[in-house]
């Protein structure tokens, strides 16, 4: 399990914050099996789970599904350049 963080964009109450949400990563097992049995690559697959959002502050904030939706998106990119 691994911690990976993106910046995103999230409107609050008519303002707009630029946010550092954070997410735990954990891999799909190397060598896993996907539902049509097709080899599974580890670095692409997994459970993305939100963990926090921070402002630019250092405070968490509260956030809708689609912020974190947004920003899931996003560390999957992370995860798949990386």
Known sequence: MRTIQ???YAELDDIEY???F???????EKGSRGFYGEQIEPDTHGRM???TAIDSDGM?????P????????LA???VSEN
């Open 76 to 78: 999957w990119q992370q």
């Open 49 to 51: 789970d939100f963990y």
């Open 60 to 64: 968490e904030v509260d956030v809708l």
């Open 66 to 73: 689609r912020h974190i939706e947004a920003a899931t998106e």
């Open 18 to 20: 630029e946010l550092t």
């Open 22 to 28: 954070e997410f735990e990563y954990t891999p799909t």
């Open 6 to 8: 993106v910046q995103s």
